[in-house]
């Protein structure tokens, strides 16, 4: 199947796939590979057509954020000459619509993680506790339900490479089966009751839950921060914090919550309601182009 795309909407495929948001996809030739609900999607872009499989048109145009206006987000957010270089860098980076259960469980695991040892934990994870799906001779599998970590054993679990991250795992599957936590109603909450209902399940914090938040349910505003994110705040807008907050920032390795939301509060003010693509932005520019 094709997809026309709308050349006064820029979008870039690989950019958007290769910027940290998502960590189950890979690229074997021209085509991305990943799963989602329980399908193998394959997908390419050429020029402004996109190819695929497995999914229909209202898939990707949701998932890509196709719909974004990707213009006028940009335009919101131009704010300074450093956001200017990086979206001038990484033009056509959207943001995804994950699906809000993997995607939580993907940034419990994500803490203190480089991408690469994320990607293979949640390989691992669902090559245990997902179920096998067959495509162009090759496996792949499905993310687990709450249901099936629900019912996991610890040690089952921090043998998926999980450390002490299977406590929270387990835990939260087990809080969102019990009580029947529905990710998908929080699309409907405010930013502030979002983040709320989710810093109440065991191993979210502050950045699990903005990042949750903006990958997977379409709070643009939100503004994870994270080491990247921190160092692009410290070196580009250092003026518009207090000087002793930023040196006292500088000699430590990881913020308190109140650092965090200092930092986040800037970043949703000052970027406004397109803060997470901002947030997006910089965090790619930071880790692959700034000197």
Known sequence: MKLLLDSSRPFDLDLTLCCGQAFRWDKHADWWYGVAK???VKIR?????LEFENVEKDFVANYFGLRDDLTAILSSIRKDKHIEKAIHQCAGLRILRQEPWECLISYICATYKNIAAIKRMIFTLSKRFGEQIRFERRNYYSFPSPEKLARAGLKELAECELGYRAKYVSQTAKAVCEKGFELENLRAASYEQAKQALLELPGVGQKVADCVLLFSLGKLEAFPVD????RALLKHYARHFPEDFVKKILKEDSLSDSQYRQLNWFGREFFRKYAGYAQEYLYHYERTCSK
Do not use: H, K, S
């Not at 872009?45 to 057509?49: G, I, L, S």
């Not at 080491?227 to 921190?230: A, F, G, I, N, S």
């Open 38 to 40: 329980g399908e193998v």
């Open 45 to 49: 872009q050429t020029n402004e057509e």
């Open 227 to 230: 080491v990247w994110v921190r």
